[in-house]
């Protein structure tokens, strides 16, 4: 597959049912470009994408974070608990201690 996809595209992983069985079984495909690939995973019934990273490519580092709590703000708009904010305040430290500036 990596031989066959356009230039500029990049190649993911998916869960997938095993066809005939209630197994979980990764599948391969590319996207054309990251808009493609975030239009798709929009509308996805499963998000469960796994970006590869081919060696040599440079790559962002994000996180994706989600806080569920039973109501998340207050009526006033602030936040009810401030886990989520210690949690990017740990990744933060975490990334600058690992690759100092």
Not at 22 to 47: G, L, N, P
Not at 57 to 72: A, I, K, M, R, T
């Given at each position: 597959?990596?031989?066959?996809?356009?230039?500029?595209?990049?190649?993911?992983?998916?869960?997938?049912?095993?066809?005939?069985?209630?197994?979980?079984v990764k599948s391969f495909?590319?996207f054309d470009s990251r808009?493609?690939?975030?239009?798709?995973?929009?509308?996805?019934?499963?998000?469960?994408?796994?970006?590869?990273?081919?060696?040599?490519?440079?790559?962002?580092?994000?996180?994706?974070?989600?806080?569920?709590?039973?109501?998340?703000?207050?009526?006033?708009?602030?936040?009810?608990?401030?886990k989520l904010a210690i949690?990017?305040?740990?990744?933060?430290?975490?990334?600058?201690?690992?690759?100092?500036?």
């Amino acid at each position: 597959m990596q031989e066959k996809r356009p230039l500029g595209s990049f190649e993911v992983a998916m869960d997938a049912i095993k066809h005939g069985k209630e197994q979980v079984v990764k599948s391969f495909t590319y996207f054309d470009s990251r808009d493609d690939f975030s239009y798709e995973r929009a509308y996805a019934a499963h998000r469960n994408f796994y970006e590869i990273f081919s060696a040599g490519d440079l790559c962002c580092l994000y996180f994706e974070v989600e806080h569920y709590s039973p109501n998340q703000f207050y009526v006033d708009g602030s936040p009810s608990d401030n886990k989520l904010a210690i949690t990017i305040a740990t990744i933060c430290h975490e990334a600058k201690c690992q690759w100092p500036a």
